[in-house]
């Protein structure tokens, strides 16, 4: 699984963090990243369900 996130669009709303909390979270200026060492989702279904949750498409998951 690749997880790209476009910081850019992120406008913080957390959607993100709260459909797969291992996998993503936000910085001090609440804009997403990713958990360290967790940047391939860790095998997490649920990052399957982040694009959509993001209001803004500030994510894209593709598989290997
Ligand atoms: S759901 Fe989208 S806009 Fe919200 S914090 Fe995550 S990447 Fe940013």
């Known amino acids: 699984?690749?997880?790209s996130i476009?910081?850019?669009r992120c406008?913080?709303?957390g959607?993100?963090?709260m459909t797969a909390p291992g996998v993503f979270t936000q910085d001090d200026d609440a804009l997403v990243a990713l958990v360290p060492g967790h940047e391939d989702g860790s095998g997490d279904p649920r990052?399957?369900?982040v694009p959509m949750a993001c209001p803004v498409q500030a994510?894209?998951?593709t598989e290997d």
């Open 59 to 61: 994510i894209d998951v």
């Open 1 to 3: 699984m690749r997880i």
């Open 6 to 8: 476009d910081r850019d």
């Open 11 to 13: 406008i913080g709303s």
């Open 47 to 49: 990052v399957r369900d």
């Open 15 to 17: 959607q993100c963090v």
